[in-house]
């Protein structure tokens, strides 16, 4: 029995070198190389179809298959030992499992396949960059033993696209240099003849090696990339969600707060429409009354009417007098000229004037609920600055009054008249607020001024007065303190509000209570103004 490495070099000489399988029906060419005849000539085709003379694919010495194919009888009967041989078949047996087991694995990826091998293509080992070929491993060996090959760059297999990306665009050389200065690959033309001649070059080696060296910091730093990213991502996904919740949460409450709005307003239209009603019945039962009481009347005269006919043609004189007498005395009671009914008075008069009225009310009332969604501005801008002759420190967004500052707080007659401090910023235009914490301080002052008039709420005494100019607005016995009071600023509707925002927990709608919302004049600019007497006052 032949040994196994005997078996494989005699099958290795006994090999197409065009498919690589067991010669069939070998012939020689002029040159001595033997192929399969059908291999010969379907390379033959293949040639002819590329124009020029065919060439031995081993030697690649000019023949012409046509006129020199000569069968080789020696090689055929030793091709056919060869296969008759128990080794070769036990060998074939061998590789029909091995393929019938790669073939059920499933793993059948994507592979570059030779393209020497015509018949079957086997999947190429490497890819020859001066060929621009694939060549599987038979036909690698092949290439590798001619010499005038056996230097050309060989790479991992790839396709056509890939090799085209490995030659300049401009030039079709081979990218084998790297520059520096524009971090591109480039040919060896690029660097003597293009836009890369004065640039920094250096080979594809050294800027592998280059690039090999801060791999592992580029890596680093870019999955350090990546997971800010994915972290950014997350908190994205996780603002889109609470933005979703915070929607349907603000959705909820408006339906809820229009439902209970329009209930409301359907209530109290029945209330109305049923009032309106009970007036109706009232007044239709008074003058139905009156009809009754006219109709009984008029009965009367009818029966008078008929008696005084009849009367008419008595000639008895005392019969005619008597009944004349009882007729004339009996009591009847003027009738008006036009009979009206004192009727009550209407619960509601819509007329036109009501109309215009409850309207114009209404879409006040739109507005103000319009204003009260809209989200209010900030206030942590609002800084203040020490008004000329006033007595103040201000830190920290505090102000503090001075030892020796004894203000009397009152009506004043000059805008000067107490001390105030007023901030940097001015409001022309738009919705301002600004919170202050009262608590530490007992008189206080807060509001805002212009050259020409000063709004403000006051507290003084446990007395809560809301001055516009001279003229008190308003005027409380406020015996709890205030501990936050919120001024807001409406430049649109040139109003004026003060709350108490001292409650800051429980139903928001109790957070604010307003205490007196004032019409101003449109003056502009304006100043926040601040003052007290004793304490401090903290800007929230």
Request: charged share 20%; with cysteine; hydrophobic share 35%.
């Given at each position: 029995m032949a040994?196994?490495?005997?078996?494989?070099?005699?099958?290795?000489?006994?090999?197409?070198?065009?498919?690589?399988?067991?010669?069939?029906?070998p012939v020689s060419l002029s040159c001595g190389h033997s192929f399969c005849k059908e291999c010969i000539q379907e390379a033959h085709s293949h040639q002819h179809c590329r124009q020029g003379p065919f060439r031995c694919p081993v030697c690649y010495a000019q023949a012409d298959p046509t006129m020199e194919l000569q069968p080789n009888i020696q090689l055929r009967s030793i091709v056919q030992k060869f296969l008759d041989a128990p080794t070769h078949q036990e060998e074939e047996k061998r590789e029909v499992q091995c393929e019938e087991k790669g073939e059920n694995s499933g793993q059948q990826d994507e592979v570059i396949l030779c393209d020497f091998c015509l018949q079957e293509p086997q999947p190429a080992t490497k890819t020859c960059l001066g060929c621009e070929a694939s060549l599987c491993q038979a036909h690698l060996?092949?290439?590798?033993?001619?010499?005038?090959?056996?230097?050309?760059?060989?790479?991992?297999?790839?396709?056509?696209?890939l090799l085209a990306e490995r030659r300049c665009p401009q030039h079709g050389k081979l990218l084998e240099c790297y520059c520096k200065t524009d971090s591109v690959c480039i040919c060896v033309l690029c660097c003597v003849t293009s836009s890369h001649k004065n640039h920094k070059i250096t080979t594809l080696e050294e800027a592998f090696g280059q690039a090999q060296g801060v791999f592992p910091e580029t890596l680093k730093a870019v999955k350090a990339h990546e997971a800010a990213l994915y972290q950014s991502i997350e908190n994205l996904l996780k603002q889109k969600e609470e933005v979703k919740t915070k929607e349907s949460l603000c959705r909820n409450r408006l339906e809820s707060l229009f439902e209970e709005m329009c209930l409301q307003l359907d209530n109290k239209k029945g209330e109305v429409l049923k009032a309106l009603s009970h007036n109706e019945e009232q007044q239709l039962f008074q003058i139905q009354t009156q009809i009754e009481k006219h109709k009984e009347g008029k009965d009367a005269a009818s029966h008078d009417v008929q008696e005084l006919e009849a009367l008419r043609d008595q000639k008895d004189l005392l019969l005619f007098t008597k009944a004349f007498a009882a007729i004339q005395a009996r009591k009847r009671k003027p009738v008006p000229m036009k009979a009206v009914v004192g009727l009550p008075t209407p619960p509601i008069i819509v007329d036109e004037l009501t109309t215009d009225t409850t309207l114009r009310l209404f879409r006040q009332f739109l507005s103000d609920m319009q204003s009260l969604f809209k989200a209010p501005p900030v206030h942590e801008h609002l800084t203040s600055s020490m008004y000329r002759g006033g007595g103040f420190a201000y830190s920290n967004n505090t102000i503090f009054a001075s030892s020796?500052?004894?203000?009397?707080?009152?009506?004043?007659?000059?805008?000067?008249?107490?001390?105030?401090?007023?901030?940097?910023?001015?409001?022309?235009?738009?919705?301002?607020?600004?919170?202050?914490?009262?608590?530490?301080?007992?008189?206080?002052?807060?509001?805002?001024?212009?050259?020409n008039f000063e709004c403000y709420l006051q507290m003084s005494h446990d007395y809560l007065r809301v001055f516009l100019g001279q003229t008190v607005i308003t005027e409380k016995d406020f015996c709890t303190a205030l501990k936050v009071v919120r001024v807001e600023l409406d430049c649109r509707r040139n109003t004026l509000s003060f709350y108490n925002a001292s409650v800051k927990d429980g139903d928001p709608a109790e957070s604010l209570r307003l205490i007196e919302r004032v019409s101003i004049p449109s003056n502009y600019p304006v100043h926040a103004t601040f003052s007290l007497s004793h304490g401090s006052l903290k800007l929230l």
């Open positions: 040994e196994p490495g005997a078996v494989a070099r005699l099958e290795e000489d006994l090999t197409c070198p065009i498919c690589l399988g067991i010669y069939s029906n060996s092949k290439h590798s033993m001619k010499s005038p090959l056996k230097y050309h760059v060989l790479v991992e297999p790839c396709d056509a696209q020796s500052n004894t203000l009397k707080f009152g009506v004043s007659k000059t805008l000067s008249a107490i001390p105030h401090m007023e901030s940097d910023q001015s409001f022309s235009e738009g919705c301002h607020f600004w919170e202050v914490d009262t608590s530490h301080a007992r008189c206080w002052k807060l509001g805002i001024v212009h050259p």
